[in-house]
């Protein structure tokens, strides 16, 4: 594996999962999200028990937990993207104790393009296959070209409820943003255009 170590910051709709594919795909790096890091390691003890008793019973798993998770995963990576992580400044300052990162990149979009992006979304009723209005149309409008299945928008594509996840993420996550650019090793790059446009910046950054 090529020893690249990459953050990836971005609001919901950025485009960080598929860019993390691409990323991973094109260096051989491991693709280290939280939740496949917690699905992975659900019985995993820690000092305040393991993931899955938190998973199981709905309840959020605490900062500790997550933290001792990601840092696992990190010790098995020779190189990785680490997408959706951290969350919070206490995460980004354990985080900074734990691994020094080669890149710190943040996926900037205007949030009018991020509720275009969110609010096209459709997914298949019966195989969950998804699909965007604008950028990724099936070949017949409404029907899923997986199954035949009917495409629906979920509610949490709605609108209103795409407005409040951008407002939850503001308040939460945009302090860890500030707090890498405060550092000097935050890199902002465009996430309009095409995956290809994006993809071609990104690898600009990674191998500057």
């Keep these: 594996m090529t020893d690249h170590r990459i953050l990836l910051l971005g609001p919901p709709g950025a485009g960080k999962g598929t860019q993390a594919t691409r990323l991973t795909d094109e260096y051989d790096l491991d693709h280290i999200t939280t939740g496949d890091a917690l699905r992975q390691n659900k019985e995993m003890e820690t ?50 104790e734990e691994t020094d990162l080669d890149h710190v990149v943040f996926l900037s979009v205007p949030e009018d393009e991020l509720v275009e992006r969110l609010t096209g979304r459709r997914v298949c009723d019966d195989c969950g296959a998804t699909y965007h209005v604008e950028f990724d149309r099936p070949e017949e409008a409404g029907v899923c070209d997986e199954c035949g299945g009917e495409l629906v928008q979920r509610e949490d594509d709605t609108e209103d409820t795409v407005r409040e996840r951008l407002r939850v993420y503001r308040e939460n996550t945009e302090p860890v943003v500030e707090h890498y650019r405060e550092e000097g090793t935050l890199v902002e790059v465009s996430g309009e255009g095409t995956p290809d446009d994006v993809f071609d910046r990104l690898r600009d950054v990674v191998e500057a």
């Excluded at 992580?85 to 354990?94: K, S, T």
């Design 47 to 96: 000092e305040y028990g393991t993931p899955g008793e938190y998973m199981d019973a709905g309840e959020l798993v605490p900062d500790p937990v997550v933290n001792e998770i990601v840092v696992a995963a990190l010790e098995d990576a020779d190189g990785f993207v680490l997408d959706g992580y951290p969350r919070n400044l206490d995460q980004a300052e354990f985080l900074s």
